[in-house]
């Protein structure tokens, strides 16, 4: 089988004990230790050479280019974070000392950064939305055909696009012609608002301004809906898209589930609907934090799948499976804490790793990003110890 053929069986939990990774993601500093420690990789402008020396093209995930959820502005998808808008903000340095700067973010917000660089958590200062008025001057960066949003030949395979290198001869072919996963960073509706306004001022608004509130989730949904047909309008198939909401801590979320239900599960429905028919395979909702009391509502509202079950907030794969069985696809519950302990805690992991993939359904990721006191000695024995569980020899490539 190749790329594709696995993650649709997969999926379908039709093909069991195949370990599939979904990525290796972590943090620039956990690349450039690896790469000290012996890792062969020497550009890490891009992913391409990290992806192909620890996964290849038979854990190949590819998405194309028009972003509905968060994305990353820094080298690897990573830090500084920023909403899907379009255009971004130009960086704007409003105050220097020695220690920090306060800047306009690309988002937008105003933020305190110290001089370490982009990958520190900065201290929030001002939000580029706080009323209607505010709202209506951001929402023109929210458009869903605006130029930026989708560059000329965001159809079409291209090397520049992709996370492994492209394929000989299938420069400028259609995605149709593909032989692994595609998909698409799609939609957010609580995650984006929040950062528009910080969580403590939408905490207040969703009950002083709830129709503020609901007009900008709205304007969400109708966001992600209108790119994803013109992606469906221009003959592509997608396998996978992306919700990312991060609405919980870790005991649980930060809104009520009934808001939930009333306000965002119909607007879900609106969108995934429409995937539905289109035979998408994997609807992921991706929300850190504890999320038991929010599953089953996503799942009411056919999201189908959930990434990355934080075992610091007491998330267990196993007790999701056990609880929604076939209903539910997995990624990801391997706890990023472990990778650093050593072997005896890795191979806890890879246990947990052998369970989830006896059922199916299940894809091999870390709970979040990949921190840098993980060492590479550690990650390679964690990568071949889960390739060692498959029953297929094809798919048992070791580093």
Not at 376 to 387: C, D, M, P, T
Request: proline residues 5%.
């Amino acid at each position: 089988m190749n790329a594709l053929e696995r993650f649709r069986a997969i999926c379908k939990f039709e093909r069991k004990n195949d370990p599939y990774f979904w990525s290796i993601d972590s943090w620039n500093e956990t690349f450039e230790r690896w790469i000290s420690e012996g890792m062969p990789v020497k550009n890490l402008d891009d992913k391409k050479e990290v992806n192909m020396h620890l996964l290849g093209y038979q854990d190949q995930i590819e998405g194309i280019y028009p972003r509905g959820g968060i994305m990353g502005m820094g080298k690897n998808n990573n830090p500084p974070w920023c909403v899907a808008i379009d255009p971004v903000f130009d960086l704007a340095i409003l105050e220097e000392t020695d220690d920090y700067i306060v800047r306009t973010d690309y988002d937008g917000t105003t933020v305190r950064r110290k001089k370490e660089g982009d990958v520190t958590i900065p201290e929030y200062l001002a939000y580029p939305v706080s009323d209607k008025k505010s709202w209506e001057e951001f929402k023109k960066r929210l458009a869903p055909f605006s130029v930026g949003r989708w560059p000329d030949g965001w159809d079409k395979m291209m090397d520049k696009w992709m996370q492994l290198p492209i394929k000989p001869g299938m420069e400028g072919e259609s995605w149709e012609k593909r032989d692994f996963p595609l998909g698409m960073n799609l939609l957010s509706l609580y995650g984006n608002a929040r950062n528009y306004m910080g969580v403590e001022d939408i905490s207040y608004a969703i009950y002083e301004q709830p129709k503020l509130v609901d007009e900008i989730i709205e304007h969400q949904a109708y966001l992600a809906y209108e790119m994803l047909k013109r992606v469906f309008d221009a003959g592509i198939t997608l396998n996978w898209v992306w919700i990312w909401e991060d609405m919980c801590y870790n005991t649980g979320p930060l809104v009520s589930p009934q808001w939930v239900k009333d306000v965002m599960m119909p607007r879900y429905r609106k969108v995934v609907d429409l995937l539905h028919a289109h035979n998408v395979e994997a609807i992921i909702c991706d929300c850190d934090g504890n999320i038991d009391q929010l599953m089953g509502i996503w799942l009411d509202a056919g999201i189908n799948a959930t990434y990355p079950l934080e075992c610091a907030s007491g998330m267990d794969a196993r007790k999701m499976r056990d609880k929604y069985g076939e209903n539910l696809i997995i990624f990801g519950n391997v706890d990023k804490r472990a990778l650093a302990e050593g072997k005896r805690a890795i191979d806890a992991e890879v246990e947990k790793v052998k369970e989830m993939i006896s059922y199916g359904g299940y894809f091999v990721n870390a709970d979040h990003h990949i921190p840098p006191d993980v060492s590479y000695e550690s990650i390679v024995y964690f990568i071949n110890e889960v390739r060692n569980l498959s029953q297929y020899e094809d798919t048992r490539r070791l580093i």
